[in-house]
């Protein structure tokens, strides 16, 4: 088989590689098929990247040929077509060509220029082609109506290829778009997220809608923006106003109202327009919670609870004074309170005049402390007996507040007012005054005048009844009991009974001292 030298394959390379160069232009430009024409330039690149590499005479680094080494065809041989090697005449003139067209020493074929067509042309190519997709994009992106997200990624995709091959015009006109859409994006993602109560992600989203108009210059957007960040901000205040309420600020949650009432009507909320008046919604809660005070307080002071009745009351008083109103509950409550704490004072008077009377026989001090109780008493019963006429009257009328104070009357009345506190604290007095009668019994034993102390005893004994002091009452028949020994000793001495007598006198000191150890110690044994 013959061979050939490699110019004959590289001239035919060459001239085809030319070829499809001006065959990529014209396809590229003349008839605007990019397709074809990347076709095209990938085979044209094939056969000039093969002529610029087979010129290389030595190993040089990857992209370095000589482009002007002589060629020797002696070391650099190929393969003829069947059609050469057969016809040595064709052969032959192809040769003489190739020496008449460069002479016997071949210089390197030279493939710059077409290359750098070439490259023009690919790159060309390669914009059309990355246009033509960014084009796609922007159809496909047209044609999405639900996915809002993966629209904008599409466009913006779109954006940054024009970007790239420097569509500035198509660049501006995706920006636009693209802005639009995720301003209208982060306003619907407001709206969603503030409806939940996420209202600080609500307001990062509105911030970011905000930019997003900002940027586009679009300035009817950045005030619906605006506005409906406004809208945002009423919501939230809103949202914490029922904690305020339920902390009883009323002055913080009417500065809040009128907060998110100025936030509604600069963000042109339809809320606005329904608010009401920001003093009448908390004068409203107001007088709940003073309504509620003063349930509690009568609750508490039924209980005898006074220290935490009067907090209730003090809480229910502030909201009347917040409101600039009065109230003549609260005012009867006061003073239920008042007679209450009277009446324990009193009690305790009472309690301490019972301990002096018993164990220390100290009657001036227990009179004291009685007459003093009895006072207490009486100006206790004097409050409760001006708020049952009030309660009668008022009920009469189908007062509200007269129903109320009547059933704190009968609460209080029920479980911690003592409505015989006087009559007692008057019996009380009486019983101490019968046992300082019954202090005149010596001189009367002494003259044997029996039957004079009995009658003085009979006296007290009846005070005692009526005051069932039962204690009292005890000791006064044990008295009757001595009496009736000294009597008979008495009866004994007139009979010259001596022994008789003795005998009596000694029963009669036993029994003054088991009465002497009996209470009260107010009421004395005679010496």
Not at 247 to 271: I, T, W
Not at 463 to 471: A, L
Request: hydrophobic share 40%; with cysteine.
């Amino acid at each position: 088989m013959q061979i050939v030298p490699l110019e004959f394959v590289r001239v035919q390379a060459r001239q085809a590689g030319a070829d499809l160069v001006e065959a990529t232009h014209s396809y590229l430009y003349d008839f605007n098929n990019v397709d074809e024409a990347q076709k095209l330039a990938m085979q044209a690149r094939h056969c000039l990247d093969w002529v610029a590499k087979t010129q290389t005479t030595s190993a040089q680094e990857p992209g370095e040929w000589e482009e002007d080494a002589l060629l020797r065809q002696q070391s650099v041989i190929v393969r003829a077509p069947t059609d050469l090697v057969n016809n040595q005449d064709l052969y032959e003139e192809f040769m003489a060509m190739v020496v008449a067209a460069h002479g016997t020493q071949v210089e390197a074929i030279v493939v710059a220029d077409e290359r750098k067509m070439l490259k023009e042309l690919e790159g060309e190519i390669s914009q059309r082609l990355a246009l033509s997709d960014a084009y796609t994009l922007v159809e496909s992106a047209r044609r999405m109506r639900k996915d809002v997200v993966e629209k904008i990624s599409a466009l913006k995709r779109a954006r940054d290829i024009f970007q790239h091959h420097g569509a500035q015009r198509e660049v501006d006109a995706l920006s636009e778009s693209i802005g639009h859409l995720e301003g209208d994006y982060f306003m619907a993602r407001t709206a969603d997220v503030s409806s939940l109560g996420f209202y600080d992600r609500a307001k990062e989203h509105c911030g970011q809608a905000l930019k997003c108009f900002e940027d586009i210059k679009d300035t009817a957007k950045v005030q619906e923006a605006l506005k409906l960040e406004r809208r945002v901000l009423g919501d939230q205040v809103m949202s914490q106003i029922p904690g305020i309420i339920d902390a009883y600020d009323h002055d913080r949650a009417l500065a809040m109202y009128n907060l998110a009432k100025e936030h509604y009507e600069v963000g042109e909320s339809p809320k606005f327009a329904t608010f009401g008046d920001p003093y009448e919604l908390v004068a409203t809660k107001c007088q709940e919670h003073c309504e509620f005070f003063k349930t509690e307080a009568c609750a508490t002071l039924s209980k005898g609870e006074l220290a935490e009745a009067k907090d209730w009351l003090a809480k229910a008083e502030r909201c009347l004074q917040w409101l600039q109103s009065d109230s003549l509950m609260c005012q009867h409550i006061a003073t239920a309170i008042r007679m209450t704490e009277l009446n324990n004072k009193a009690d305790v008077e009472e309690a301490k005049a019972r301990e002096a009377a018993m164990e220390l026989g100290d009657r001036t001090q227990t009179v004291a402390l009685v007459q003093k109780a009895k006072d207490m008493f009486n100006g206790a019963q004097a409050m409760y007996q001006s708020l049952m006429r009030f309660a009668a009257e008022e009920t009469g009328l189908g007062s509200v507040t007269g129903v109320e104070l009547q059933n704190l009357l009968n609460d209080v009345t029920r479980t911690c007012y003592d409505v015989n506190g006087v009559s007692r604290t008057t019996e009380v007095l009486n019983c101490l005054a019968a046992d300082k009668s019954l202090d005149d019994s010596p001189p009367l034993i002494g003259a044997f005048l029996f039957d004079d102390l009995r009658v003085l005893l009979e006296a007290a004994r009846s005070v005692y009844e009526k005051g069932e002091d039962y204690e009292r009452l005890e000791k006064a028949d044990a008295f009757f009991g001595l009496l009736d020994v000294l009597a008979a000793y008495g009866g004994h001495l007139d009979k010259h009974e001596y022994d008789d007598a003795v005998g009596v006198l000694a029963r009669a000191a036993e029994l003054r001292s088991e009465l002497e150890k009996l209470p009260p110690a107010s009421l004395r044994a005679p010496p």
